[in-house]
């Protein structure tokens, strides 16, 4: 079975992946990836970094993207400007909780579109 996937998208390499060991308690069918910090180590977002998780996290039922500040969130619309994947999402919920439970509802089947209904419904 395919699962939408999860791209987390942080300021902080640690920070993206202590949240995707957070989810992965819990979720382990789920492809979650993460693009933390920029490419030489520091602190901000790339987008080549992002390109990569989604490319990684990406199933035919598409990919959601959580960010944390704002310059995440722009990164993460060019690098969905730049694929030439359909079914990518930015999710403009906190990044800890959003893709959390996006995560869960992922893991049970359901569709891109209804995960980013319920997601944002808690918001």
Do not use: C, W
């Amino acid at each position: 079975m395919e699962y939408v996937g999860i791209v987390l998208i942080s300021h902080s390499e640690k920070v993206a992946e202590g949240l995707k060991e957070i989810i992965q308690q819990v979720i382990l069918n789920v492809p979650v990836e993460v693009a933390g910090g920029t490419d030489d180590g520091e602190i901000g977002t790339s987008i080549e970094k992002i390109n990569r998780a989604i490319d990684r996290a990406y199933s035919s039922k598409g990919v959601l993207l959580f960010y944390d500040l704002g310059s995440a969130k722009m990164n993460a619309e060019l690098a969905i400007e730049l694929s030439e994947k359909e079914n990518i999402k930015l999710v403009d919920v906190p990044l800890l909780e959003g893709s959390y439970v996006a995560a869960v509802e992922s893991s049970t089947g359901k569709d891109l579109k209804t995960i980013i209904e319920n997601v944002n419904k808690g918001f």
